[in-house]
């Protein structure tokens, strides 16, 4: 198979999104009274302070450094992480990301929206990579010189935890009452710095961007951290906060994006004698930031300056409208049960999840074997229904209200994607482009018709293996005396599925399920980050506050025990609260500058969020083997954030990466899920402790490429509708939203959507989060994933040396050079050669279809 590059050219813009909106923590508890908790440098409790008196102590703590200083403390209580002196504040960069992971009603890998899937992304990041309520550079308030002043703050706010600066963020203090006035007051703060570093700005690495970085942190810290409990612990009084003030953060980041100062200075770096001083990471910051402003307005004046700044007020909303109306039309839905026959077919893991539903809904008494059982659209509740109710009725019941989620009376996001989409085109032609599709990849790796075709490269590859995957369904269904046999609708694609997978592989997932206890995922999934990248994962709940109970804490560490990097890990579903999908967010990013006294980084924190089967009754969560896919997916993410090596904040762990390659890592690792060793390293019975058995995994690993073109065509079309929505569909036009869906579908789908479908009304990758025009990313990145596994497969996956040896390069190249250096040269870095579209089409079982095509 010829290189990508030959029909898809990767080499394309060096542009880059620096400018995101996340969370970080700051400061480090400083002045311990007695019995205030010590941390060695490595984050293990080392002690208490032996002494009372106020005036002196010293602690030890997770920064690695002896930090000494005068004044007051609390003691230590129930709390992790006792609160930091407010005068001590210190700086933090802003590092966010996002990525989502659903889960299909078919066999595939997690990563990827789909119809009838539970899709779902931040709804913090856009089209570019960044956060649709943060335009241009944010800032922090503080000392614009570049120095490391503290902020001072009023001593009437010390009650805000919003506004304390803490090791990490005080998850378990944040309320919705703390929002407004912790906002505002940073926004206050935030403004007077800028407005300081204008008057004084020099075109110097140390005059420009060293204070718009260090500036950058309060507001990623608070608002983060806002932002991040939105998604995790939903409630009503929490998006009314948000609804409040986010307008006033929107009118600050858009203040700050369009400085005219700090532009002119960026163009005087670039076209000035500090380029030839400069190294490449910073020569993509100086890029980036001067794309990223002129996207956000800065040259726009008067009227047109008025209207775009309304029309990115307005996209806030309503990207913020969208989400909940996604998640309020999941949690209005729920199908009580209580006759057993209509739940038969559904193994014990749905019934007793469906019970303790019941259960925590009020329904008194309700048991795995008598109900009453509730389901609703949540994935661990709706895929099982879907898989093996024998109910037809149950399940043409769950599949129409899926796929009609927030599509009607007051949650009806119809009217929501006509408004984004007339915004998006409207803002477009503001800043001089014909539509949001070119807006999107200008920031991007591929071109408009390099991601097209792209896609009908593989839809090619795909579309004739698809049209017999469903022919063999009906078959199967037919020879199995099925009464939907001659009636084959949508809703009975996935139960027979499942059947023929079962007859043809002699493999049932809900036989999986006691192998894969979560506990043994994870302890599995570190034992191969540690043979593959060297670093070793080690409890460390408590040390940080968190915002549920079943959240973990865990540190990252070099082989010498020397702490790198921390994450949560939030594993449950919650549907009550907790929006759907899987994404990992970024807390805190590595940075030079931003350092603590004595260290030569700040080390960088993430939250990795999934949505998994939780534990039922005194059984441990059992996995799906999707959803130890999709952990695994996740988890790469993470890495690529917490293993990079590069100390310009702006640029570090994965920011400053072309959004269309963001996915390499996630993708990548979901390959090794299918690895012998690393299966058989994390499929442990619960019960009795036996290691799978060689022919189930030999039977899984057969089936892997089952229904493979149907999959990936299913993902195609969702990215062919994307692009064409952002790019040649007129909201103002005769066609609707939904006429192009259909349209499409005639060439992607071999089965027709049913005339009711609305999936687009909860696709919120691209209407409440950072694939708008980019949804394509997934198979650009998958192209690149399954290329770079293929430099494992070509040493020998069981050449334990040659794995590790390659591993570092994967991890010196690709996790760690972060957004400092155009992602395809760092591919080239560690492939040594552009990529291949053959390892996917090989993965997929499609290189025979692709050779004939």
Partial sequence: MAALAASVSFQHIVALSVASSTRSSAGYVALPTAGC??????????????STEVSRCTCRITGGHDYSRSGSCAPSSSSPSPSLS???ALSRTPLRCCSPVSISDSRRRGGRGGRGVGGSITDRIDGRGRAPSSRGIETRAGSSDGSKTAVMMDASVE?????????????????????????????????????DLEKKVTPTWSGLVDPLERLNDRLAVSWGAVNHLKGVKDSEDLRKAVEEVQPEQVALSLKIGQSKPVYEAFKAMRDGPLWEQVNEAQRRIIESSLREAELTGVALEGEARERFNAIEQELAQLSLQFSNNVLDSIKAFERVITDPKEVDGLPPSALGLAAQTAAAKGYEGATLDAGPWVFTLDIPSYMPVMQHAKNRALREELYRAYLTRASSEDKDNTPVIKRTLALRREKAELLGFKNHAE??????????ERAEALLE????????????????????AAKSNAEEANDFMNWDVTFWSERLREAKFDIKEEELRPYFSFQEVLNGLFALAKNLFGVVVVPADGLAPVWHADVRFFRVEDLQGEPLAFFYLDPYSRPAEKRGGAWMDEVVGRSRLLALPNESVRLPVAHVVCNQSPPVGDKPSLMTFREVETLFHEFG????????KQDEGLVSGIKGIEWDAVELPSQFMENWCYHRATLLGIAKHYETGETLPESMFQKLVAARTFRAASMMLRQIHFAAVDLELHSRFDPDGPETMFDVDRRIAKKTTVMPPIPEDRFLCS??????????AGYYSYKWAEVLSADAFSAFEEVGLDNEEAVRETGKRFRDTVLGLGGGRHPLEVFKDFRGREPSTEPLLRHSGLLPAAAAA
Avoid: W
């Fill in 763 to 772: 696709f919120s990758h691209i209407f409440a989060g950072g694939y708008s």
């Fill in 637 to 644: 993410h993470a890495l690529q954030h917490m293993l990079t």
């Fill in 86 to 88: 407010l005068t001590a």
């Fill in 37 to 50: 908790i010590a941390r060695s440098s490595s984050g293990h409790v080392a002690g208490t302070c032996a």
């Fill in 457 to 476: 490269e593989l839809r090619v590859a795909s579309y004739d293996g698809a049209v017999k995957d469903l022919e063999e369904l009906k078959d199967f």
């Fill in 159 to 195: 009650e805000n935890p919003l506004l304390a600066d803490s090791q990490f963020p005080l998850f378990d203090k944040i309320e919705a009452k703390h929002v407004a006035p912790g906002i505002r007051q940073i926004l206050k703060k935030m403004e007077e710095g800028f407005l």
């Fill in 439 to 448: 807006v999107s990849l200008s920031m991007k790796m591929a071109t408009f």
